[in-house]
């Protein structure tokens, strides 16, 4: 089971608020921990006061059916400096990867997969246009293995874009102006127990 959550659903869940709130915060401890990030990325105050999307896998047969969380996927627009093939410089506001989890106990059992996909119908994007943040090498291989995305664009941020970025992107994504040269700057439930990005 897969549940959405942004910032105006969560404060309608009044009743659910505190586990709510501990599911997403220790679901983004573990992802940080995973991944060796001094902090974590996503918690629920951080989901509260922000436009991110957050999905979150359920499976609703574990611990005696009461279930438990095993996966988080935060998607959304951040604005880019990016790099094409030429090293034109553009800059955009593409659908972006923010943070990618599945407990370390279900990786390799499809879970990722089917987390990616759901995200991937919900949000009406193709792989290859979305940029990635700080992908770790279990997520690049997830990537590579399951869409054949391999090649990047080097960029001067902590974003990966792939080949095929910037062909038939959707307009909701196209760069806002382009320019030529230039150097960039870095653009401006209950888990069960606590790796990255699957």
């Known amino acids: 089971m897969i549940n959405y959550y942004d910032n105006k659903p969560i404060f309608s869940y009044d009743s659910h608020r505190n586990n709510l709130m501990q599911v ?25 006061y922000s436009d991110h999307r957050l999905y979150v896998l359920k499976d609703a047969f574990a611990n005696n059916m009461q279930g ?3 996966g ?8 880019l400096f990016v790099y094409d093939m030429l090293g034109k410089q ?28 759901y995200m991937l119908q919900q949000e ?26 391999k090649d990047c664009i080097p960029q001067m941020n902590n974003f990966v874009v792939f080949h095929g970025f910037f062909r038939d992107r959707p ?3 196209a760069a806002v102006r382009g320019r030529s040269g230039g150097r960039l700057g870095r653009p401006p439930a209950h888990p069960q127990s606590p790796t990255k990005r699957r």
Do not use: W
């Open 124 to 149: 009406q994007v193709e792989p290859v246009h979305l940029a990635i943040d700080r992908p770790s090498p279990k997520f690049a291989g997830f990537l590579k293995k399951h869409y054949g995305l």
């Open 171 to 173: 307009e909701s994504g």
């Open 68 to 70: 438990a969380v095993v």
């Open 24 to 48: 997403i915060d220790n679901m983004g401890i573990a992802s940080g921990k995973a991944q060796a990030l001094p902090n974590a990325i996503t918690s629920f105050k951080r989901l509260q």
């Open 90 to 117: 553009h800059e955009m506001e593409p659908l972006c990867v923010l943070d990618f989890y599945v407990h370390e106990s279900r990786q390799r059992h499809g879970y990722g997969k089917v987390l990616f996909e």
């Open 72 to 79: 988080i996927l935060k998607m959304g627009r951040k604005k």
